[in-house]
């Protein structure tokens, strides 16, 4: 089957960038507790740009790609057949590899990319007990283990051991997927759209971010409208917050939020080049002109970024929530240490999506046509699907990096 895919073999992670589209051994169910997916839409976001250029995940997909082929004896090998290790070239086929012993000892070079993904389920594991061929789902990308301290107190999205679909764990952006059973949320291909329904994952994290604060009657003020942001600015809308401000720089983004209703947006132009950490004075005092000298009472920091964290606690008033989401390796600092504690702030630390209460809202949220969120996501998140849907056979490495730095948010369809 086709995919795309870093090939470790093949591309030097320091000195390459971009994924490559071959062909790859179809998955096959190997637990009883596996199901295949025929992928029909996966979203391409900001952590697979990360993976692009080669600035995020690293260890992660370096790692975990050597973790699935040590020890080869753990996977039914016999002591001695270790050194008949065999190359699986992405071209060649898993069913090829027979005897048995080339099987285990074979060396997996690849990890296929993507997380956020949609299509139907082609095959199931004998011990699946709810997910039937035909079924229609997404998958939740934090592979989780059920097992540790987290998970078996309700708070898996802090899983100790899980793996990321995409990343630690092979993805969507191939023709098929096998997962296991415990991540498929199953959708209703009836009320909810496929392009719309590959997009649940991202979603999910704003929706998580979200259910953080009662946004009834509340001013919010939004850092970032990136995809996340902006899908964060609809549900804060359908959760009746009183006034939404966005802050953000790129122009198309910008765009797409006046389009999407909301009631306030600011440029970010400059940057504080003696302290790149530093809050942006002229817009946290533009913020606190619009709320009549208060300040907003919840702020989400939504682009991972120094400034907007401070921006946050610059922006928002004294006893307010400040939700931090944006991610980024590295310290960061506080401005001010002791105005956090004297302004009373309440902060959030939000993390993937709760499981299943943050899908059951998603799929609340899409399924509600009064709120009109689906079509604000396909009409303006993906532009009436005006270049936002790459066939997945039409893909070139100069075609997809354009997509990637020109549309917050596209589709691969298989
Ligand atoms: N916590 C989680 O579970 C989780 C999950 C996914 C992504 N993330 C992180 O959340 C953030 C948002 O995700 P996304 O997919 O929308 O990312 P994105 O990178 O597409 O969007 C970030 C947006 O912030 C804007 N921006 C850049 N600098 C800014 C600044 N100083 N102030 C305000 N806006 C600024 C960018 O122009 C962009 O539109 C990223 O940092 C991402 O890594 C967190
Ligand atoms: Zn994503
Ligand atoms: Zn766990």
Same mark, same amino acid.
């Given at each position: 089957?086709q ?7 093949k591309?030097d ?14 998955p096959e169910?190997?637990k ?9 839409y996966?979203?391409?976001?900001g ?27 753990e996977?039914g090998?016999?002591k001695?057949?270790v050194?008949?290790?065999?190359h ?14 080339e099987r285990?000892?074979m060396k @997996?070079?690849f990890? *296929?990319?993507?997380?956020?993904f =949609?299509? +139907?389920?082609?095959? $199931?594991?004998?011990? &699946?007990?709810?997910?039937?061929v035909?079924?229609?789902?997404a998958c ?15 708070q898996?999205?802090v899983?100790t051991?899980? @793996?990321?679909?995409? *990343?630690?764990?092979d993805g969507? =952006?191939? +023709?098929?997927a096998? $997962?296991?059973a415990? &991540? ?7 009320l ?5 329904a ?12 979200a259910s ?5 009657? @509340?001013?919010?003020?939004i ?6 942001g902006?899908?964060l600015l ?11 401000v ?5 122009p ?16 970010l132009?400059?940057t504080n080049?003696e ?6 004075q002229?817009?946290t005092d ?14 989400f ?7 907007s964290?401070n ?5 928002t008033?004294?006893?307010g929530e ?21 302004h009373?702030f ?16 998603t ?7 009064g709120n009109?969120?689906q079509?604000?996501?396909f009409?303006?998140?993906?532009d ?9 056979a039409?893909?070139?490495k100069?075609?997809f990096?354009?997509m ?11």
């Amino acid at each position: 089957m086709q995919a795309l895919i870093f090939d470790k073999t093949k591309s030097d992670w320091d000195s390459t960038k971009g994924f490559e589209l071959a062909d790859v051994p179809k998955p096959e169910i190997e637990k009883d507790t596996d199901v295949i997916i025929r992928v029909h839409y996966a979203g391409v976001c900001g952590s697979d740009k990360g993976i692009w250029y080669r600035q995020a995940f690293k260890e992660q997909i370096l790692g975990s790609i050597d973790a699935e082929n040590f020890p080869p004896l753990e996977r039914g090998g016999i002591k001695g057949e270790v050194e008949k290790e065999k190359h699986l070239s992405p071209s060649q086929s898993l069913g090829a590899l027979s005897p048995r012993q080339e099987r285990v000892t074979m060396k @997996k070079s690849f990890r *296929i990319i993507g997380h956020e993904f =949609f299509g +139907e389920v082609v095959e $199931v594991g004998s011990n &699946v007990k709810d997910i039937r061929v035909g079924d229609f789902v997404a998958c939740e990308s934090h592979v989780v283990c059920n097992q540790c301290y987290q998970c078996q107190r309700g708070q898996k999205e802090v899983c100790t051991n899980e @793996k990321i679909l995409g *990343i630690s764990h092979d993805g969507g =952006f191939a +023709e098929y997927a096998r $997962v296991p059973a415990h &991540v498929v949320w199953k959708t209703n291909t009836g009320l909810i759209r496929p392009d719309v329904a590959a997009m649940q994952e991202p979603f999910g994290n704003a929706v998580h971010a979200a259910s953080k604060v009662d946004l009834a009657g @509340k001013t919010v003020a939004i850092f970032g409208l990136g995809p996340i942001g902006l899908f964060l600015l609809l549900i804060a809308r359908a959760r009746g917050a009183k006034s939404i401000v966005g802050v953000e720089p790129n122009p198309t983004s910008i765009e797409m939020a006046k389009k999407l209703g909301i009631d306030y947006v600011i440029k970010l132009e400059n940057t504080n080049a003696e302290k790149p950490y530093a809050h942006n004075q002229e817009v946290t005092d533009e913020i606190i002109k619009i709320t009549k000298g208060v300040g907003v009472d919840v702020s989400f920091e939504m682009a991972g970024f120094n400034s907007s964290v401070n921006n946050c606690l610059y922006a928002t008033r004294r006893g307010g929530e400040i939700i931090l989401f944006g991610i980024k390796i590295g310290d960061f600092v506080f401005e001010n240490y002791n105005r956090l504690i004297v302004h009373g702030f309440t902060m959030h630390a939000v993390i993937g999506r709760q499981l299943w209460q943050t899908w059951e809202t998603t799929r609340a949220l899409l399924e509600d046509p009064g709120n009109q969120i689906q079509e604000k996501l396909f009409n303006v998140i993906l532009d009436h699907g005006n270049g936002t849907i790459l066939p997945l056979a039409q893909y070139t490495k100069e075609r997809f990096e354009e997509m990637i730095n020109k549309h917050p948010k596209f589709l691969i369809q298989m």
